[in-house]
């Protein structure tokens, strides 16, 4: 059974610091990118960034460039999101994915989500 288990959410004050992690376990993921997506209320789930699980590429958005960094740790099969100096307009739920490229479509497999809020 695959299974992606994000956690590390939790409420900061702005300029606080998460780290998020993404467990994955149920199958090997080394051909997918590992990415992680948000959404706020009412608003589309968006593209955070994406981590090539084999050979450590990452991509991200350009709000988030600078401020959160996307990494993997292939001996636990566990993705990270640090992120540094958050602001509110960052609250939302955090989900991470194994698919491809930036759309959420093309993303096959999700984790439940954590939420993340952060006060002015």
């Known amino acids: 059974q695959v299974q992606l288990v994000d956690s590390g959410g939790g409420l900061v004050q702005a300029g606080g610091s998460l780290r998020l992690s993404c467990a994955a376990s149920?199958?090997?993921?080394?051909?997918?990118?590992m990415g992680w997506f948000r959404q706020a209320p009412g608003k589309e789930r968006e593209f955070i960034a994406r981590?090539?699980?084999?050979?450590?590429?990452?991509y991200y958005r350009d709000s988030v460039k600078g401020r959160f960094t996307i990494s993997r740790d292939n001996a636990k099969n566990t993705v990270y999101l640090q992120m540094n100096n958050l602001k509110p307009e960052d609250t939302a739920v955090y989900y991470c994915?194994?698919?491809?490229?930036?759309?959420?479509?093309?993303?096959?497999?999700w984790g439940q989500g954590t939420q993340v809020t952060v006060s002015s």
């Open positions: 981590i090539s699980w084999s050979v450590g590429l990452t």
């Open positions: 149920g199958r090997t993921f080394s051909g997918y990118t």
């Open positions: 994915a194994a698919g491809r490229g930036v759309s959420p479509i093309l993303y096959d497999y």
